[in-house]
Structures are given as C-alpha cells and as structure tokens.
C-alpha cells in the first residue's frame, strides 16, 4: 500500500472515531438532560400534591398505621384485636391490657387532675410538646398534637390506638418488640408498666417489678387484670371475634 492511500485510511478512520466520541457525548447530554427534567418533574408535582410539606418540611409521620382497626361495641374488645393485629403476642397484648385497666378502666376520655389523659395516661411531653427527629424528619410524638393533626378530639379511641402505636415505634421501640414476643403474661405486664407507663412507687397494691426491682403502682393489680384478659381472651371463644 502507498504512502498516500495509507494516509487516506488514517485519516477516515481517525474521523470516524471523532465522529463516534461526537455521538457518545450527545448520548450522555441527551441521558443527564433527560434525567433532570424527570427530576425537577417529581419535585414540580410534589410541591403541587404536598405544597406545607414542601415549604415547611414534612412535620410528622402518617396519622395511622397501615392496620384497619376493627371496631367493637366493647372497648376491650376493639383495643385487644388492634393489638394483635399490629403484632403483640398474646402475653405481650394481655400485659398492655393489664396496665390499661389500671390506668383508666379502658375509657378514652379518662383525664386525672387534668395532667393525663386517656388509655394510658398520657400526661406532661407525652401529652403535649414532644416530638422527636427520625430520619431528618420531625415526628410528633404527643397525644394532643397528634390529634390535632388528626382532626379529631384525643378522646377519639381510634386516634389513641394510632397514637400509641406510633409512640411505642418511634419514642419506645424496646417496649414494641417485647410486647411482640413476650412468652409470660406477668413479665409483659411488669415491662410495660416499668418502661412504658414509669409509675413508680407504692400506692395502691403496689408490687416490685421483675424488670428492675423497683416498686410500681398498683402493679399486682395490673398483673391480675393481664392474666383476667389473657386467660378471657386466649383460653376462650371471644378470639373468634377477630377472625
């Protein structure tokens, strides 16, 4: 081959390969054009769809859970049922009840010297005021605020069940998974009752809790009214109720 043609060849094959690395960098401008417009296209329709979110930030975590709550024409009934749903184990479920029954006698609307309030005498932060940061997200974590963002009174038994399913995951995660694979109804009872409901002292039939050794109020009634609805639940056909 002459020098000449040689040169030729060079020459085309070194302009075709411009030509290559030309379409390439298109390509890559067409794919980053494309993959900003879809953004600033999802960012557009969120501030449309969630425009408080977008200016203040997203200010708390869903108002209910994903689990429905069954309603029942006893309120022990529908509180039993939506903790079995939400995943407590049968002692795990009994030993909130327990400390439920002690608390309030299972009335929402049960508010003592107007500083707690409701199922589980939510009083002081936990009734107003607290909220906590998860995952750079603000998380109201108190039962007046909570139902207002609810729209409904903190009477509404269906906002307290939300409510402390969203207290117990977020604020007392450890109280959640004991709840959820507790094997002894007293033990449950007295680990709510000391980590969850911290009632400490001796009044009424006060007892020393397993967990810590301590002294809870009225937690041998607590334990008594556990092993009432376990056995009232689980040793009877009222559990066909939530099938």
């Known amino acids: 081959?002459?020098?000449?043609?040689?040169?030729?060849?060079?020459?085309?094959?070194?302009?075709?390969?411009?030509?290559?690395?030309?379409?390439?960098?298109?390509?890559?401008?067409?794919?980053?054009?494309?993959?900003?417009?879809?953004?600033?296209?999802?960012?557009?329709?969120?501030?449309?769809?969630?425009?408080?979110?977008?200016?203040?930030?997203?200010?708390?975590?869903?108002?209910?859970?994903?689990?429905?709550?069954?309603?029942?024409?006893?309120?022990?009934?529908?509180?039993?049922?939506?903790?079995?749903?939400?995943?407590?184990?049968?002692?795990?479920?009994?030993?909130?009840?327990?400390?439920?029954?002690?608390?309030?006698?299972?009335?929402?609307?049960?508010?003592?010297n107007g500083i707690y309030h409701g199922l589980c005498q939510w009083g002081m932060g936990r009734w107003e005021g607290n909220v906590v940061k998860q995952k750079g997200k603000t998380i109201v974590v108190n039962l007046k605020g909570f139902s207002e963002l609810r729209g409904t009174d903190w009477t509404d038994l269906e906002t307290q069940l939300y409510f402390f399913d969203l207290e117990c995951r977020v604020a007392y995660p450890n109280v959640y998974k004991q709840m959820t694979i507790a094997t002894d109804v007293q033990y449950a009872c007295d680990y709510f009752c000391t980590k969850y409901e911290d009632c400490v002292g001796k009044s009424g039939d006060w007892a020393y809790s397993m967990v810590d050794g301590k002294p809870y109020q009225a937690l041998a009634t607590r334990r008594r009214y556990a092993e009432f609805y376990y056995n009232h639940y689980v040793n009877s056909s009222v559990i066909e109720k939530g099938k």
Request: charged share 20%.
């Open 1 to 112: 081959m002459d020098p000449v043609t040689a040169f030729k060849i060079a020459q085309a094959a070194a302009q075709q390969l411009k030509e290559e690395k030309k379409r390439e960098r298109l390509l890559t401008i067409v794919l980053v054009l494309t993959g900003a417009v879809l953004f600033l296209y999802s960012i557009a329709v969120y501030i449309v769809t969630h425009p408080l979110d977008a200016l203040f930030g997203d200010p708390f975590i869903p108002s209910e859970s994903n689990v429905s709550i069954k309603k029942y024409s006893e309120v022990e009934d529908t509180v039993w049922f939506y903790l079995k749903d939400i995943g407590f184990s049968d002692c795990g479920a009994a030993g909130v009840m327990g400390n439920i029954k002690a608390e309030c006698n299972f009335n929402p609307a049960d508010c003592y």
